[in-house]
Nanobody
Framework: QVQLVESGGGLVQPGGSLRLSCAASGSIFSFYAMGWYRQAPGKQRESVAAVTSGGSTTYADSVKGRFTISRHNAKNTVYLQMNSLKPEDTAVYYC???????????WGQGTQVTVSS
């Protein structure tokens, strides 16, 4: 079973930037498309961005042009660069396999992102 550890969240003002990281254990990471998800209070978890094993990316409309997902297979790590942050981006952010995949690993603890002045 792959373990996922997210980090990099914090409190940032509107318009600011953060870079999230997700470290995965195990050697199978590089074979899977990966995704970032977020869950705001009182809302369902939603997909934010995904990246295939080859590096092709997709984004939710709400973050397109502001967020960039990337991965480093040799480091078993997936990143989410978040720019021009808005208060509505406030949520706990998680990584896991991409939403189109049937396989889902155990969710990590997530990392809290709060956008507020």
């Amino acid at each position: 079973q792959v373990q996922l550890v997210e980090s990099g969240g914090g409190l940032v003002q509107p318009g600011g930037s953060l870079r999230l990281s997700c470290a995965a254990s195990g050697s199978i990471f590089s074979f899977y498309a990966m995704g970032w998800y977020r869950q705001a209070p009182g809302k369902q978890r939603e997909s934010v961005a995904a990246v295939t094993s080859g590096g092709s990316t997709t984004y939710a409309d709400s973050v397109k042009g502001r967020f960039t997902i990337s991965r480093h297979n040799a480091k078993n790590t997936v990143y989410l660069q978040m720019n021009s942050l808005k208060p509505e981006d406030t949520a706990v952010y998680y990584c896991n396999t991409a939403p189109q995949l049937a396989t889902r690993w155990d969710w990590g603890q997530g990392t809290q992102v709060t956008v507020s002045s």
